[in-house]
């Protein structure tokens, strides 16, 4: 059993769940305040998670026989390189388009996930979630506003929207060899990936982070936040909680961001973009839930498992 795994309090667990989905929508504010490159702000993230995760994981027992273990250690490089890569794409998404708009379109990775189950792995797909996979699909065109694009086509702007559908292609690709080997190590799963991501962004990291200032908060701040706390909290809840409930609280998430888009920096949705996210809520509610429609044309959903 992993040492992070439990049965306690399940509102113990949904409170957790709530805080580290309320941590992680503000992980766009700290990448722009850190005013760092998108490659140098991923190094630095890498770095100061995987020293958190290194001195907590050591002081816990996390990391006991895992160098015996060949075929895990073998699937968290690959998903660590993948991570990593989606990262910087993800970062430099938000760069050139915003932080709301890059983490709406970046919401289409559980779709692909389902996708990637489906042609590489085998796994029957319903036709109701492929139906709920293109609802959600539209939503990602929605929320990256077209109705701009058509307009201006603004070459920053794509490239922006472009990075950010490359990021949720990586992640879904990295979560899928994630939940084939972490369930018995998670913590230890996090760890390794933090550390290829220092040994994969070493030699391009900016040498201009390298002088006294407020930088330095943000960038550990997104290190021990956004890839130790975050994902501490996740991996202690998940176990504690059923599907319905982790994906119907995965929305804080985006919401927050938006939230803080506007706060901070006074991006705003237009109408096309709400009804994207709408779209982008149905359609993963519909994937993970497993909504069907009757015959009678009604809607119900599948017992899903926890």
Not at 143 to 157: E, I, Q, R, V
Not at 171 to 195: K, N, T
Not at 224 to 250: D, K, M
Request: some cysteine; hydrophobic content about 55%; aromatic content about 12%.
């Amino acid at each position: 059993m992993s040492p992070l795994s439990g049965h306690g309090n399940p509102r113990s667990a949904v409170l957790q769940l709530l805080i580290a989905e309320l941590l992680i929508g503000s992980v766009g504010v700290f990448v722009h305040e850190s005013g760092q490159d998108a490659v140098t702000a991923v190094f630095y993230r890498c770095l100061f998670g995987g020293l958190f995760m290194l001195v907590l994981g050591c002081a816990r027992g996390y990391f006991r026989g895992l160098l015996d273990d060949g075929a895990f250690l073998r699937g968290a490089v690959v998903s660590g390189v993948l991570l990593v890569l989606n990262w910087v794409a993800l970062f430099a998404g938000m760069e050139r388009s915003s932080i709301g708009v890059a983490t709406l379109v970046y919401h289409f990775f559980p779709f692909v996930m389902l996708i990637l189950a489906a042609l590489v792995q085998g796994e029957r797909t319903h036709p109701a979630d492929l139906g709920w996979t293109l609802a959600g699909f539209l939503g990602v065109a929605c929320s990256a506003d077209p109705m701009h694009l058509w307009h201006t086509a603004n070459t920053t702007y794509l490239i922006g929207i472009g990075m950010t559908l490359l990021a949720a292609l990586l992640c879904g690709a990295s979560l899928m060899i994630s939940r084939s080997i972490g369930r018995e190590r998670p913590f230890a799963l996090v760890a390794i990936q933090c550390w290829i991501g220092v040994a994969m962004l070493a030699g391009f990291s900016s040498t201009g982070v390298f002088h006294a200032g407020v930088h330095w908060m943000w960038l550990i701040g997104l290190g021990v936040i956004h890839s130790g706390v975050v994902y501490v909290l996740f991996y202690t809840s998940y176990p504690r909680l059923r599907v319905v409930t982790i994906a119907v609280i995965a929305f804080v998430y985006p919401l927050v961001t938006l939230l803080l888009d506007y706060l901070v920096y006074g991006n705003r949705l237009v109408a096309v973009q709400w009804a994207g996210l709408a779209l982008i809520v149905l359609g993963t509610l519909g994937v993970n839930l497993k909504w069907r429609l009757r015959r009678s044309n009604t809607l119900h959903h599948a017992d899903a498992g926890t």
